[in-house]
């Protein structure tokens, strides 16, 4: 068997890929353990990866990096397995690397099985299509871009933004509705985040109490660019192991998108890739779709696996391909809006830029309040209309617009102070939001609501409710 | 001399030195005998894409030719089944290896247990052509499956034809005598999914594909048999409009090809499609779709495949007689695939990357639709509608501007009309057609020939309310003369009242093509109306005041689509009403 076999010494270092000759026997994907022996006699163990191989040749790509590394010193053994992490419940509260080795120092897992970190392609007729929401606190997420279990929800910020804020925020006041609403966990995952990043999630984990429930995969800003592309591949390993074969709902957070296909960029172009848009790999939707693609609902099991994924647009720009790839995965977006932020207000999320693809299956009748979808459209078109009144104003002036565009200014500072604003602390029930929902509406005057029926204005509009805001 | 797997590099795998393979062969790949196809040959290397997770393969390996390029099996069962790209059973795959997929599992593409209940249609000494029905069976309550001879097939003489019965899809129903010897024909055959299926003869395109969405059947209707893009950034709509489309058109049969997209909306189109009922036939939307799911984490190669796959099996259909309406989304993660396979094989990119065939390989495709009367003497079509993900949602970008040069109508959806929620966001002003005049006599002796001229009046309203706009942004709307502000009325009442369209409503997610005509009338009588009380020197105030623009707002939901005398009171009293306000 080729496990026996010790390569002695390389044929070639570029970047973090390896090149060896006379290999027999190994297979594409293979995981290689590579030992070098320094000038001082010390050892030290690296880890690689097959990425191609013509012949007896074969490309390795090193997780740790190739610093070190020269034609002589090193010894390869092929272990002919795939990248594979231990998996258990064991995991819950552990700290690890970014390739899944513990990095708490208390000790190895002591698996109930192997997962290999690649995953293999959900079946679409096992999938269940997600449903039930998970009721975040936050208004204008709750009711304007509903999370649903086993949805992938990214949030699209700026550097700068709160965007870490918010997503703690969902964690501490995420609760599931419906059936087997119990069994709750986290995996997070950060790829190329700052320490002190990665530390603010963890002491927020603690504070919360969830620390117990959370398993973290850290790949730090320093740490080599080839383990940073497979954080994101064990984390979703450990959290397909935890939500379908024990049954629990994990909410995976991802930080950050970005810095991860970065990685990958630059591990492409050492392997001399034909580069696709803005230097990105030609395969970058495929190789997102790989990762966003592990959320669902599959029969067979009560767990689900939610996704927020937090990416940074590189100089705000949605188009640029990281966020404008992972939208055409993902199922909607939170954005958010550096023009809001800057007044003060927190989440600053930009409403009407945001979107979730699967609320309209999981809000209203037996699912929110009945009218939730109602009131969703017609907050969404009376903020559209009040960007278009506000656009005007800047031209001809507040003063000279028609009374109802006037009631339309009234109503977007009042939603963006009201609605949109909420304290980081504050958990708001999905009734709460609806009235208050309702409370912004009947500003406008009552032949605007367009979007819904008569019945249903006559039954909640008062122009008396939106006197408080005015008090 | 045995021929094995010399490099491996992602789906793309190599032979050394071998001249077994012929261009486009289906081989197995080895030991696990993963599905590839011969993709480029010369003395030095075969090099073969494989349709399946090459993780695990060694160099060395067997790789084994099958002597047929890649082919789609085509016979009764097709339709409600759910495949891959590469026709697997995906249904059957998840009983046999559980909710992940998995390589190498080697499933027929029909049920070979099914019993299907047969009726012979030829008798001993009849004479069966190219394309003509030997025998037929009911494959679901709507759907009667016609096999038909091969098109290779001569004239040729029926030399045994089995009883009318139970028969199973691998069962020889007819035998035929030809100068190359004897010929079995079972349910099923085998057809090149590269290759398309031939025809007696193209027919022009003279009927529309009623969707019962009113921007589409009014403004940019497609015509049967025609090809049409659905442009649009994420969140547009490109899905969701799709869909609608599936429920509602009037094809007989729906190819629905979901080509590198979610995988939770493929379980949509199950879970919806087993729950509609299609008012026309009262069955299940299911029993005249057919789906093929190649999620955006599958292997990329079967996504290439995945378009082929799906415009065969239309074709199959089209050929006994019915009219086949093919969803394709998305074509970009198609052509994406095209780019990914290309840049492995180290070819010289075009713009952006794309390989430089990229143009051709759409044309082709977008050829295979059209209206033909079939080998057999049938009418039949396939109305191709593909939606385009243009990154950045920049429309220069290289697959939206070829598609463009191979479709005949452009569904461009607006971010812009996304983001303030008007669904569908079909930009009217950029949108276009280019079937009107073909389909023309359609509307004028099978509608109405009020319809052209109310949809030219509303076509109107619409651009002249943009070229408003333009001004509006500069001055505002309140300088504006009573009648350029009754347009704007009018025009924000055919965008509200009319374009827009609640697919989560049970009345307005399907509208007949009747109530569209009514709809229109209504808004454009109101218009006249208002407009000739105008030059009374009635004001606008008055007008406005009437409350019919809030009523005519909301008519698609307050008028039954059953029931249209509502709408004809509706335009009736607007001439009464608006007619007799006197200043």
Redesign the interface.
């Known amino acids: 068997m080729t496990a026996d076999i010790q390569y002695t010494g390389l044929s070639g270092i570029n970047g973090p890929l390896i090149a060896l000759d006379g290999v027999k026997?190994?297979?594409?994907?293979?995981i290689a353990e590579i030992e070098i022996e320094d000038a001082n006699g010390n050892r030290q163990k690296r880890t690689g990866r097959i990425v191609?191989?013509?012949?007896?040749r074969v490309i390795l790509q090193v997780f740790e990096g190739t610093s070190g590394l020269s034609l002589t010193n090193t010894r390869t053994l092929f272990t002919g397995k795939?990248l594979q992490i231990p998996l258990g419940t064991e995991l819950l509260g552990r700290v690890m690397n970014g390739s899944g080795k513990p990095a708490d120092g208390l000790g190895d897992i002591f698996p109930e099985k192997y997962g290999d970190i690649?995953?293999?392609?959900?079946?679409?007729?096992?999938?269940?299509?997600?449903r039930n929401y998970i009721h975040t606190g936050i208004s204008s997420i709750d009711c304007l871009m509903t999370l649903i279990r086993?949805?992938k929800l990214p949030i699209f910020s700026g550097s700068g933004l709160s965007h870490n804020k918010l997503a703690a925020q969902i964690v501490k006041q995420a609760q599931l509705t419906g059936e087997g609403g119990g069994d709750f966990g986290i995996v997070f995952a950060a790829m190329g985040v700052q320490n002190d990043v990665a530390e603010y999630f963890r002491r927020s984990f603690e504070e919360t109490g969830a620390a117990g429930r959370v398993v973290m995969f850290l790949n730090l800003s320093s740490d080599p660019i080839i383990e940073r592309i497979l954080t994101p591949r064990c984390a979703l390993t450990a959290a397909e192991y935890l939500a379908?074969e024990k049954n629990m709902h994990i909410l995976v957070i991802m930080t950050d998108v970005t810095s991860y296909a970065e990685a990958l960029r630059e591990f492409s172009s050492s392997k001399g890739?034909?580069?696709?848009?803005k230097g990105y790999?030609?395969?970058l939707?495929?190789d997102l779709?790989?990762l966003?693609?592990?959320a669902?609902v599959?029969?067979?099991?009560t767990g689900s696996v939610t996704q927020i994924p937090i990416l940074t647009m590189p100089n705000d720009d949605i188009?640029?391909?990281i966020p404008?790839?992972s939208?055409?995965?993902t199922?909607?977006?939170m954005v958010f809006d550096r023009g809001l932020d800057s007044t003060g207000i927190y989440p600053g999320l930009s409403v009407?830029?945001s979107?979730s693809?699967?609320m309209?299956?999981g809000i209203g009748k037996g699912y929110t309040r009945d009218d939730h979808?109602d009131v969703a459209?017609q907050l969404?078109?009376a903020y559209?209309?009040t960007q278009d009144a506000r656009?005007?104003a800047s031209?001809?002036g507040e003063d000279?617009?028609?009374a109802a565009d006037k009631a339309f200014m009234k109503f977007g500072v009042q939603f963006e102070k009201n609605f949109v604003n909420q304290g980081e602390n504050e958990s708001r029930s999905i009734e709460t939001t609806i009235e208050l929902a309702w409370d912004l509406l009947s500003i406008l005057p009552k032949?605007e609501l367009?979007?819904m029926?008569?019945a249903l204005v006559n039954e909640h509009y008062d122009a008396k409710r939106a006197e408080r805001f005015f008090a | 001399m045995n021929d094995v797997i010399f490099s491996i590099n992602g789906p793309v795998v190599k032979v050394k030195e071998s001249k077994t393979f012929s261009m486009l062969e289906m081989v197995l790949v080895g030991d696990k005998k993963l599905i590839g196809e011969v993709i480029d040959v010369d003395d030095a290397y075969t090099v073969i894409q494989v349709y399946e997770e090459t993780s695990g393969m060694r160099p060395g390996e067997p790789v084994v030719g099958t002597g047929a390029p890649m082919f789609a099996t085509l016979g009764p069962g097709i339709i409600s089944n759910i495949y891959d790209g590469i026709e697997r059973p995906l249904t059957a795959m998840r009983d046999i290896s559980g909710a992940f997929v998995t390589e190498g599992s080697a499933l027929p593409a029909l049920d070979l247990k099914r019993r299907f209940d047969v009726t012979v249609k030829v008798t001993l000494g009849d004479i069966l052509a190219a394309g003509q029905v030997y025998a037929t069976c009911p494959e679901t309550p709507l759907i009667t499956h016609k096999c038909l001879a091969p098109p290779d097939l001569e004239r040729a003489t029926v030399s045994y034809a089995a009883p009318n019965g139970k028969y199973c899809v691998d069962d020889v129903i007819v035998k035929v005598k030809t100068p190359a010897g004897e010929r079995s024909f079972t349910l099923a055959q085998k057809w090149a999914i590269r290759k398309p299926r031939p025809v007696k003869s193209r027919e022009p395109l003279t009927r529309p594909l009623v969707t019962g969405q009113r921007i589409i059947d009014t403004m940019v209707p497609v015509a049967k048999g025609g090809t049409a893009a659905i442009p649009g950034g994420f969140g547009t709509g490109k899905t969701m409009n799709q869909h609608q489309i599936a429920k509602w058109c009037d094809a007989d049969i729906i190819v629905y090809i979901g080509c590198g997209e979610r995988g939770n909306e493929m379980t949509q189109v199950l879970e919806e499609f087993t729950e509609l009922i299609d008012p026309k036939s009262g069955r299940p939307l299911t029993d005249r779709t057919v789906l093929i799911a190649n999620t955006s984490n599958m292997p990329v190669a079967a996504r290439e495949a995945s378009i082929y796959t799906g415009i065969t099996l239309a074709e199959y259909y089209r050929d006994m007689g019915y009219h086949i309406a093919i969803m394709a989304d998305s074509t970009s993660r198609w052509a994406e695939a095209l780019r990914e396979i290309s840049g492995r094989l180290e070819e010289m990119p075009a713009e952006e990357g794309f390989p430089a065939y990229l143009p051709s390989r759409l044309a082709e495709f977008y050829e295979r639709a059209g209206y033909v009367t079939t080998l057999s003497g049938e009418e039949g079509s396939v109305t191709i509608i593909g939606a385009v993900s243009p990154q950045g949602s920049d429309f220069s970008e290289p697959v939206t501007q070829n598609t463009k040069r191979f479709v005949r109508c452009f569904w461009a959806l607006d971010k812009a009309l996304a983001y303030a929620r008007h669904y569908p966001a079909i930009n009217w002003i950029t949108s276009y057609t280019e079937y009107s005049d073909q389909l023309a006599d359609y509307y004028n002796s099978r509608v109405s020939d009020e319809f052209l001229p109310l949809r030219q009046r509303m076509v109107n309203l619409l651009a002249e309310e943009n070229n408003l706009m333009e001004i509006v942004k500069l001055i505002g709307a309140d300088v504006l003369p009573d009648d350029q502000k009754l347009t704007l009325e009018a025009a924000k009442l055919a965008r509200v009242g009319f374009l827009q369209q609640n697919a989560f409503h049970k009345d307005d997610t399907y509208v007949p093509i009747d109530k569209q005509l009514y709809m229109m009338k209504a808004i454009i009588t109101l218009y006249d109306c208002c407009l000739s009380a105008l030059s009374k020197g009635v004001p606008l105030s008055v007008l406005t005041a009437s409350g019919w623009f809030e009523k005519l707002t909301k008519m698609k939901y307050d008028i039954p689509n059953g029931d249209l005398s509502g709408l004809k009171d509706y335009i009736a009293n607007i001439t009464k009403e608006i007619g007799s306000v006197r200043s």
Do not use: C, W
Not at chain 1, 273 to 277: A, D, M, N, Q, S
Not at chain 1, 298 to 301: A, T
């Open positions: 026997g190994a297979a594409f994907d293979e191609e191989m013509s012949g007896e795939s690649n995953g293999r392609a959900m079946n679409p007729v096992a999938r269940k299509y997600p086993g949805q379908f890739e034909i580069p696709g848009r790999p030609g395969y939707y495929s779709a790989s966003y693609e592990r669902g599959i029969e067979g099991s188009t640029h391909p404008d790839l939208a055409y995965i199922e909607g977006q009407l830029m979107l693809r699967l309209k299956d979808p459209n969404f078109a559209a209309r656009s005007l031209v001809i000279e617009l028609t032949n367009d979007r029926n008569d």
